[in-house]
């Protein structure tokens, strides 16, 4: 669903001439691709699914945020207005992130189910998290948050 997805927008950005849009599509087919290639030897010869899309999407944004403080404590806001840009793009495919609330009210519970006591359970957690919330949540903040309340 989400490769057909891309398809269309790199089509439309094609059409429209948005050079931004067609590279920052471009890049994320060619990690799609790269990760297809990779899960070969797995047995897995239809490529990877859209989770793991989903993830490898939440991945670049990482990058481009990294990159993005670099740049402004480079005195680059320019290049870091680009990496914004493609940042808005990757985002559109992304489901609506959950807010802070919808986050410790999730991480609050999933701790009750894994019967988390402690930070040795820090794994766990993140584990059941990532499996139920792929692509819907900022996993950075997710661990931030964990570690408060396991501490």
Known sequence: MIRE?????LVEALKSKNETAVS???LINAAIKDK??????????????DTAILNLMQSMIKQRRE???MYLKGGRPELAAA?????DIIAGFLPKQMDEAEMTAVIRETIEKTG???????GKVMGALKAAYSGKMDFAAA????KSLLS
Do not use: W
């Not at 988390?116 to 820090?122: F, H, N, Q, T, Y």
């Open 83 to 87: 990496e914004q840009a493609e940042i």
């Open 116 to 122: 988390a006591a402690g930070m040795k359970d820090m």
């Open 36 to 49: 297809d290639i990779a899960a070969r030897p797995a047995g897995n010869a239809d490529g990877i699914d």
């Open 67 to 69: 990159s993005i403080d």
């Open 5 to 9: 997805q891309l398809k269309t927008r």
């Open 143 to 146: 661990s931030a948050k964990i």
């Open 24 to 26: 920052t599509l471009r």
